[in-house]
Each structure stands twice: as C-alpha cells, then as structure tokens.
C-alpha cells in the first residue's frame, strides 16, 4: 500500500509567464523518501491550483486513511506576495498565490481547515509569503509551516 502523504499545487510560478508546471514535482519528488515513515512508499498528488477548488482539494487530502495518523505535507508553488492590511487597530498578514484561476488569500482561506490540519506541514514554493510565518502556521492550525520572505 502507498501512503498519499505528498500534496503538490502548482500554478503560474513568474511574472514572466512561466508556465511550465511541472518543475515543483521535480522538486519534491525526491523529497519523498526523506518524508517515509513507512516500508511502503509514499504517493504524491499533484493538482494545478485553482481558486475554486484547492480548499476541497486540501479537505479530500487530509481526509485520506494514510493521513489520520504521522504528519502529511502540502506544497503551494505558485507567484506569490504578501503584505499588511488594516483591520481597526491591528494589523492582518495577506499572503496571496496566483492561482490559474485568479489570486487567493491563502491566510483568510485555509484556516476554515483548521480543526483539520494539526497533521500539516506547509511548504509555502512563493515570494514573500513566508514573511511571519507562524502568524499563518497559528491560523492554519497547522503542524509547521515553511515558506519564502
């Protein structure tokens, strides 16, 4: 049995309409055996990212049998920027990914997940976004979170 414990989202990655998608998989692929807990190996999933679904496609992976128990990772390679809005007297982070579909605010969007992700791991594969990144890792209510800034 293969354990599903690798999920890849890629998107447009450049300003420069770099398209091709498939150089996060290359990435991570050999990532995999680092990440095996097991004497089975451990089958990556690799969506595109897309505004409309990637929150399904988060709640499904966590949801996978091979994801009840042992950490599980999630990669988000796509452009990315973050910055500080407003929010009365406070201040809340804005980590966006372009999305084949459109941006997405990944640090207002995945913590609806979050009494579902405390077996995640984020890597966050976009510019910026990894600035104060326990800020999105408490959000998240994730297990860690590694990202750029």
């Given at each position: 049995?293969?354990?599903?414990?690798?999920?890849?989202?890629?998107?447009?990655?450049?300003?420069?309409?770099?398209?091709?998608?498939?150089?996060?998989?290359?990435?991570?692929?050999?990532?995999?055996?680092?990440?095996?807990?097991?004497?089975e190996?451990?089958?990556?999933?690799?969506?595109?990212?897309?505004?409309s679904?990637?929150?399904?496609?988060?709640n499904?992976?966590?949801?996978?049998?091979?994801?009840?128990?042992?950490?599980?990772?999630?990669?988000?390679?796509?452009?990315?920027?973050?910055?500080?809005?407003?929010?009365?007297?406070?201040?809340?982070?804005?980590r966006?990914?372009?999305?084949?579909?459109?941006?997405?605010?990944?640090?207002?969007?995945?913590?609806?997940?979050?009494?579902?992700?405390?077996?995640?791991?984020?890597?966050?594969?976009?510019?910026?976004?990894g600035?104060?990144?326990?800020?999105?890792?408490?959000?998240?209510?994730?297990?860690?979170?590694?990202?750029?800034?």
């Amino acid at each position: 049995m293969a354990y599903e414990k690798l999920l890849i989202f890629e998107s447009i990655w450049s300003d420069d309409d770099i398209t091709d998608t498939r150089e996060a998989k290359r990435i991570y692929a050999s990532l995999e055996t680092l990440f095996s807990l097991h004497d089975e190996p451990i089958r990556i999933i690799q969506r595109p990212l897309l505004s409309s679904l990637y929150i399904k496609d988060i709640n499904d992976f966590v949801s996978l049998a091979a994801n009840q128990k042992g950490p599980n990772v999630i990669i988000m390679s796509a452009h990315g920027s973050h910055s500080l809005v407003g929010k009365g007297e406070s201040n809340k982070h804005r980590r966006e990914l372009t999305a084949f579909d459109g941006a997405i605010n990944i640090s207002k969007e995945i913590p609806q997940l979050s009494d579902r992700l405390h077996r995640t791991i984020f890597i966050l594969d976009a510019c910026d976004v990894g600035k104060n990144i326990s800020s999105f890792c408490k959000a998240a209510g994730a297990l860690g979170a590694i990202g750029f800034s």
